[in-house]
């Protein structure tokens, strides 16, 4: 388990955490792209602005995750729990997910979108 606040390095593309414990993880602006965090649980952590592209999170455990303005391309989000999550300035048009996905009651994956043309760059 990653002690509670704790940043690792912030390149961890293509990293194995399948079944790890990340929960309230500070990930904020890591490249995570083509990482596999199957089953990992995220829940809670800090995801602002990382790169999730291409990474696998199937079964992952992203409740309470903040994942404002991640960049997820073809990330793999099937039977992700999503409930509670923060999606904004997401844009989940390439994202991999099904009907197992759970998803914030009221939120649509396929309204989200990165608004990023129409008010500029949150991180700025």
Do not use: H
């Amino acid at each position: 388990m990653v002690p509670y606040g704790r940043n690792l390095s912030t390149n961890c593309s293509g990293i194995e955490l399948i079944e790890e414990d990340l929960s309230y993880t500070n990930l904020e602006e890591f490249d995570l792209s083509k990482a596999n965090l199957q089953k990992a649980d995220l829940s809670y952590a800090n995801l602002r602005g990382a790169d999730l592209s291409e990474a696998s999170l199937q079964g992952a455990n992203l409740r309470g995750a903040d994942l404002t303005g991640a960049y997820l391309n073809r990330t793999n989000l099937q039977g992700a729990d999503l409930d509670g999550a923060a999606l904004e300035y997401v844009d989940l048009s390439t994202s991999i997910y099904n009907e197992e996905t759970i998803w914030t009651k009221g939120f649509s994956p396929n309204s989200a979108s990165n608004l990023e043309e129409s008010y500029g760059n949150i991180f700025d």
